[in-house]
């Protein structure tokens, strides 16, 4: 299966409120192209209301990315051929101030466990899942979806 999109309650289970999910599976199709053959599905699930989206980086894989602001120009990139804007929260002073400004979070795939480690270091798991259950908007891909299951 090359593409899983959701709109589900997997942030809103405990509370049982509607949320805004775009779940992916990947990021690449197996030509090598990224968030290509998602593209329409975002713009879609964005709308024109999204201006700027905030991503978080922190599943990324050494190796595959060296590091957060490779993997978010890989990602900026993507967002800006889709006329989004995007603020990787590695790059912001304050990471929390930048999740409650958010009107829309975006997660990148890696190290689910790297992934989840940092957030928890910085306090964003619960806050993230707030603002999801508030009506933030929110697309994760692998590790991404991931951190969008009831368990974490």
């Known amino acids: 299966m090359r593409f899983m999109a959701a709109r589900s309650a997997c942030f809103a289970s405990a509370r049982n409120m509607a949320t805004n999910l775009l779940l992916l599976s990947n990021s690449r199709a197996p030509d090598g192209t990224y968030l290509l053959w998602s593209r329409a599905e975002i713009e879609a699930f964005l709308g024109p209301q999204v201006k700027t989206v905030h991503f978080i980086p922190y599943a990324a894989v050494p190796g595959s990315f060296a590091t957060y602001d490779d993997y978010a120009q890989r ?26 400004a958010a009107g829309a979070i975006v997660v990148g795939g890696g190290n689910t466990f790297h992934l989840l480690t940092q957030l928890y270091v910085a306090e964003l798991v619960e806050l993230i899942a707030e603002r999801v259950r508030a009506g933030t908007r929110y697309i994760g891909w692998s590790a991404g979806s991931v951190l969008a299951c009831p368990t974490i």
């Open 75 to 100: 990602v900026r990139a993507a967002f800006a051929e889709m006329g989004y804007a995007l603020v990787s929260l590695h790059e912001t002073a304050d990471p929390a101030a930048a999740v409650r």
